[in-house]
């Protein structure tokens, strides 16, 4: 039996890895909000110097992955394996990516809950003495995804109030089996939860169920309640999502109060900047996880955070052929000491 498992889904880890070092790259718009200052590049150009949408994002996130790297002082060539994933069909922004980077990938589709699947999966590596550095990276395009989801962009449609704005940004973290941290200590798992949601165009109220049961999952199998945290992040849930998960909780008795707060709303200023019920895309938490949330608990602001990514698995096959949106969601614990 395992020793390392908690619970129904959570995973202790024995050997929690360390965050070498993070790196998130934004377009302009994401640029113009409130989290500027803690983006490592802003683009002011949505190609990124490329011909296509598509290649702009390949292009943002291998920028990303180098960035990471060098503030880490590790070369690409010493990275065991890299776990990376995207919105695109086949995952085709990671791929292109990381095709020259000579080393071994795994490709992951998590929707938006990505940048916590890679992270878990890139922490349990290193934990389970299968690797000693690993990359865990993500990213996200507004207009490739807009063109693949929904409508092309020249179509004008107009935009629903629970609707979300895809981020146009990437993340990568390099962890390392030591280091000073923050560490990775916990894993929680998420199952496929499904709302019976169908409206494209609001998934935070299709993904809200799942972050509920994964975190209300994470603290039964932990023993821990919230307040054992700094901060509860989810992404991206947006207004609508994160309003959601705190009446369900509430339900249970439970006051989330200030500490739980939700990537969609913190990359942009969703008064000024017309995103509607906030962010959304793999970018969205990568970017605010890589950039804010993490110089947070280096400053000893949050020394202890639980990072929820939430996904809606749909496709657009599904939504066209009336399927509901499933979603999902991931919880890792990050904990500025490693003996918890």
Known sequence: MSVKHLGKQTVRLSYPPSVAAAAC??????????????????????YFGEKTWEKAESTMLRQCFALACDKAKVPISTVDCLFAGDLLNQCAGSNFALRDS??????????????????SLAALAIDG???????????SHFCSVERQFR??????????????????GAGAV??????????????????????????????????????????????????????????????????VGHGIVKELFRKDGIELGPLYIDCGMLIYNTEAQDVHAGGSGCGCSAA??????????????????????TGALMSPTSSQQGESIPGICHAVALEMQRGC
């Not at 003495?129 to 990213?139: L, Q, V, W």
């Open 25 to 46: 790259v934004v377009g302009k718009k994401e640029g113009q909000g409130p989290l500027r200052e803690w983006f490592d590049y802003i683009s002011e150009d949505s």
């Open 102 to 119: 000579g080393r071994p990938v795994f490709g992951l589709y998590g929707a938006c809950s990505t940048m916590a699947e890679s992270l």
């Open 151 to 168: 409508f092309p962009l020249e179509y004008g449609g107009v935009r629903t109030p629970t609707a979300q704005w895809t981020v146009t």
């Open 174 to 239: 390099v962890l390392t089996a030591e280091g000073a941290g923050p560490y990775i200590t916990h894993v929680t798992a998420g199952k496929i939860v499904d709302a019976g949601i169908t409206d494209a165009n609001n998934m935070g109220a299709a993904m809200a169920p799942a972050a509920y049961d994964t975190i209300k999952t994470h603290f039964e199998d932990t023993g821990r309640n919230p307040d054992y945290y700094d901060a509860i992040v989810t992404g991206d849930l947006g207004a």
């Open 129 to 139: 003495g299968f690797a000693d550095i690993t990359a865990a990276m993500t990213s």
């Open 288 to 309: 605010v996880l890589c950039g804010h949330l993490l110089h947070n608990m280096t400053e000893n602001r949050w020394p202890r955070l639980l990072f929820c990514g």
